[in-house]
Structure formats: C-alpha cells, structure tokens
C-alpha cells in the first residue's frame, strides 16, 4: 500500500497510469530493435546485415503493434488522453527533454556528419548504421544505402506502425482513420519505394532520372528547379520532361484547386510527410503546442519570411542558368524576371482589390513581403551574372537555404524539438509550403470548422489539442466559424470535442467568415435573422 499522500482534488486520479506487464514486454521488444540499430550506429560488424537490419526494424514494429492493443483495444472506443500532463516524456519532463536531445543529434549527425553513421566514401564499403541497410537498398534501387535511404527508411517506418496506433487510437472516428491511411500510402509509395524503383531507371542508357518525390512541392521541395535537377528531368526524354511539367502544374494549378475545394489539409493532413510524421509519431505531443498571441505573432512573421526568402532564393537560382540573348532563347533572364514580377503584382493587386477588408492589418505585412520581393528583383537585374546574385554566388545563397531551412529548421529543429515545442514547429513557424497553401485556404477556399457556440461548455479540449496553437474554444464560445491559415484540418478538435459542437465542412464561400454573427441579447430579431440562413 503506498503511503503517499494525495492532496489532489481531481474526480480522477492524477498521476499517471503505470505500465502493464504486457507494455512493459512490447515496451523491451521495441528498445531490443532499437538497441540493435545503435549498435550498428557504434560500428558493431553484423555477420549477416539482412538478417539483424530485419530483426531490428520487426522488433520495433511488434513492439509497437503489442503496445498499442493493450493500451486501446481493452478499453472502449474514444480518445484516451489520460495523464499526458502527468507523464514525463508528454509534459517536458526529464524523459521528454532526454528524448528531444537524443532526437536532435541524430538529425545534427545525420545532416552535417553522415561519415558517423558509416557512411563511405572514394567507392569504398559502407559501415556502421549506413551499411546495416544496403542489403535493403540494393534490393529496391540496385545501389549501396546512404544517410537519406537510412533516414527514409526509419521516418517510413514511423509513419507506419504509429499511424496504426494512431487508427487504434481513433478508431471511433472515421475521418481520422482514411486520413492517416492517406499519409501512410503516399509516405511508403510515393516518397520511399516509387523514387527508389525510379533509381533502377538509371540504368539505363536512355534516362538519368534525379531524386524526385513525387508528392513535394515547391517550396517544400526547393531543390525541383536546380540546375542540375532541370537537367537531369530534360535529359530523361518524355518522362523527365512530363514530371518537371506536373511538378510546375502542381503550384498553378492542381495546388490552388484542391484548396479552393478542400482547404489546406488535402495536403498537410493527408498527404505530406512532415504532417504525416506530426500527425503519427508527434501526435502525442500535440498538446504542447504554444497557444499565446506572441506565438501567434511570431508564427505569422517568421513563416512568411521564410516564404519570401523561398521565392527570392528559387528566383535567383532560375535566373543565373537563363540566358541573355533573346534570339537564341525564348526565355531569358530579363523575361523571367518581369514574368515573376507581373504574376506577383497581379496576385497582390487581386487580394488588395476584393480581399483587403479580410485581411485587417495583415494587409500592411503583406505589401511589406511584396516590395521586398520586387525590390530583389531589380537588385538581381542589376547585379546578377551566370554565376552571382546579389554580389554572391547564387548555390551559395541556395547552400544556405538549404542548411538554415530546408536542415536546421525543417529537420534538426522541426522533429527534435517535439517533446518540447509540440509536432509542428515545422508546419507552423517554417514550411513555406503551408504558408501558401494558408494564404489560398484564407482567401479562396470552401473550407471551414463550423461551431454550435450554444452547445460548448468551454472544456478547453479543442485548444488543448489543437496542434498549431489555434485557440479553438475563443471561436466556439462566440459561435464564430473557424477560418485560420494555419489550420491544417486535422480534425482533432472536433474529434475531442465531447458535445459535438465543432464539424469541419466544405460549402459556398458565401458566410464563411462570420465574425459579426454573434446572437447578443435584442440586438438582431432571432427570425428574421435565420430566414436569412
């Protein structure tokens, strides 16, 4: 009998649930799979790669599996949150800080270290943690595994076996469950095994195909109009020129007419990666998302710097491979840059036009992006040659871009610091991506989280676990529907909900933003106001 005294006057109990015997099994078949991917990562020599890298990974997966039928399946259907503020490694606590750390010097290692994990170099062997997986890769591409083959495989591999704890979790509602089988389908086929196959295709005299993930889009994948990876798409014949035109299709077109009809969560709730690793692995960290208004202030200044530093960046990059001469080109620099120039005022012109009173004070940082954009844009006529931009090599200014943004935020940042800042500090405070995916679902989309304020009791679950810091309950208590360009769609808020108070629905544009909608005392006569509904 334990003699410690509870001064807590919760109806529940406060402290959190302890493991069962079964847990405690799955907990020891997982860290045994982890315990052999470390020591592969010490440089232990494996007398059969396959076999142990098959070990470690079936581990991890049963591991996982056994975890989470006794943890959901034994219980009712419904969201069991229990004593995620209670548990150390959900709450900042020391195992949550621990888990951050060894989390972000893995992606340090991984990015900036990679001879760490075993990988070679000068056409020798690989060791270590990289070696451990070439028999998987040379299985699915015919090459020899690198960090990015390793790390796609462990990030799959997450994907998959917490979105089926995810489904278990969620299994009362139907709209979780096809959602996160979304992400998992396009994690495995088209981010990890349909590139690999396409690797195969070089092989062959008649194509040179780069890397290409089929579902990232620019922004996301700022690499797609690099001059080594136009090459590489133009010299493959008509299948290289057909992905670099669906890749260009993906930004003007497909993109703008999912989110009209859809909202942004076509895309970060179903499926891409980093909402899919968010949405599965990070989901038990949600809640730790900031909720204040400075976070909200600076979610909105730093996502759209980045965005801007994204298209100044892609800019410059196109422009130092274009030509000069109009006669021998139909596209030169000058004509890219007036191009990129007459499509950005046009889009700013628009939403100033019929979109200005939505935007409020928003529309003072919107023009302050624009102009930053034009300017670089003269300061790029003037100044850029084949190889420099802005007095300064032009990979150089796409090296750091790379390293500040598409490394350090997306990734070292991003996913290490979930235990601390919640799942997405990535989607939320840098993803260029979601930034314009935002901006459309703000503007231009039939998409909204409807509220029943007449129904909230104000249980504060809805913020609780809004994963982008959306302060849900504000809007449910006035009644208000819920247009953010940082929601993502996920649905949790509505799934947490214990009155049903909240649906996310795609209608006519007409009402969608209802902020004066609010029924307060004599002032609108009640029929006259839902004959206008």
Not at 413 to 418: A, L, V
């Amino acid at each position: 009998m334990s003699l410690k005294l509870n001064t807590s006057m919760a109806l529940v109990k406060p402290d959190a649930q302890p493991l069962t015997t079964k847990q405690k099994f799955a907990v020891a078949l997982g860290t045994s799979g982890l315990f052999i991917l470390t020591l592969a990562a010490l440089n232990t020599s494996f007398p059969n790669q396959g076999l142990f890298l098959s070990l470690a990974l079936g581990l991890m997966t049963i591991g996982v599996v056994l975890f989470t039928h006794d943890l959901y399946l034994n219980e009712q259907k419904g969201i069991k949150n229990d004593g995620v503020w209670f548990k150390a490694i959900s709450s900042r606590g020391t195992l949550g800080w621990i888990l951050g750390l060894v989390l972000t010097l893995f992606y340090i290692v991984l990015y900036f270290y990679p001879s760490l994990l075993g990988l070679a170099s000068n056409g020798e062997n690989n060791t270590g943690l990289v070696g451990l997986f070439d028999p998987l890769s040379k299985l699915l591409s015919g090459n020899p595994a690198s960090q990015w083959f390793v790390y796609g495989t462990l990030y799959t591999l997450a994907i998959i076996i917490f979105g089926y704890k995810f489904i278990l979790k969620y299994r009362h509602n139907r709209y979780e469950q096809i959602r996160t089988v979304s992400v998992m389908f396009f994690q495995l086929g088209f981010a990890f095994l349909i590139p690999e196959f396409m690797s195969r295709l070089n092989a062959s005299p008649d194509y040179n195909l780069p890397y290409y993930d089929l579902k990232s889009i620019w922004p996301l994948n700022y690499y797609v109009f690099d001059q080594w990876s136009v090459n590489g798409l133009l010299s493959s014949g008509t299948l290289g020129l057909s992905m670099l035109l669906f890749g260009i299709a993906s930004i003007f077109i497909i993109t703008p007419i999912l989110t009209y009809k859809y909202g942004k969560r076509w895309y970060c709730s179903w499926v891409c990666g980093c909402g899919g690793l968010a949405e599965t692995a990070g989901d038990p960290f949600r809640h730790l998302s900031d909720k204040s208004l400075k976070a909200w202030k600076l979610e909105r200044w730093l996502i759209h710097a980045v965005l801007v530093f994204s298209v100044i960046m892609t800019t410059a990059v196109i422009y130092t491979y274009l030509g000069k001469d109009p006669s021998r080109y139909w596209l030169t620099q000058n004509v890219f840059l007036i191009g990129v120039g007459l499509l950005l005022t046009a889009v700013f012109t628009v939403v100033m036009i019929f979109k200005r009173e939505s935007l409020g004070k928003d529309a003072r940082y919107g023009a302050i992006g624009y102009f930053l954009i034009i300017a670089a844009l003269f300061i790029m006529h003037y100044t850029g040659t084949t190889e420099k931009i802005f007095l300064i090599k032009a990979s150089s200014l796409r090296s750091a871009y790379g390293l500040y943004i598409g490394s350090i935020f997306s990734g070292v940042i991003g996913t290490g610091f979930y235990p601390i800042f919640g799942n997405r500090v990535w989607c939320r405070f840098g993803c260029p991506m979601a930034a314009i995916l935002g901006f459309q679902q703000r503007f231009f989309s039939k998409f909204r989280i409807t509220t029943n304020g007449g129904q909230c009791i104000s249980c504060g679950n809805c913020s609780t676990y809004c994963e982008m810091g959306i302060d849900v309950r504000a809007y449910a208590q006035k009644g208000e529907n819920i247009v953010r360009s940082s929601c993502v769609g996920c649905g949790i808020c509505s799934a947490v909900c214990p009155r049903g108070v909240l649906k996310l629905e795609n209608d006519t544009m007409k009402g969608r933003i209802n902020p004066n909608d609010i029924l307060l005392g004599n002032d609108v006569d009640l029929m006259t106001f839902v004959n206008k509904k």
